[in-house]
């Protein structure tokens, strides 16, 4: 079984700063990629950065030069920078992964962190 729990959400001022972390635990033999979507009411889940395994990224381009996505391998997790937000960066936050065990790779989800841009 694997859980993905994340942290680091809240309420901050347009141009302030958040990170968010994810970190998986559970039955993991390796972590292909993790990535971080996000979804607004009555909106599709939208993906705002992925990182592989080997430090690949890549970016929605609405958080391109703002939002950075690391990873700490070691303690499975992944973390993303989130500098000069503005209010459409409003959304719960979801963390992903690609989990490989001992049969196969899965995709799970973390349980969300609100994220809330306002003056």
């Known amino acids: 079984q694997v859980q993905l729990v994340e942290s680091g959400g809240g309420l901050v001022h347009p141009g302030g700063s958040l990170r968010l972390s994810c970190t998986a635990s559970?039955?993991?033999?390796?972590?292909?990629?993790m990535d971080w979507y996000r979804q607004t009411p009555g909106k599709q889940r939208e993906l705002v950065a992925r990182i592989t395994g080997d430090g690949v990224t890549n970016f929605a381009d609405a958080v391109k030069g703002r939002f950075t996505i690391f990873s700490d391998n070691a303690k499975n997790t992944v973390y993303l920078q989130m500098n000069s937000l503005k209010p459409e960066d409003t959304a719960v936050y979801y963390c992903?992964?690609?989990?490989?065990?001992?049969?196969?790779?899965?995709?799970?989800w973390g349980q969300g962190t609100q994220v809330t841009v306002s003056s």
């Open positions: 992903g992964a690609d989990i490989r065990d001992a049969d196969a790779i899965k995709h799970y």
């Open positions: 559970g039955s993991i033999f390796s972590i292909p990629a």
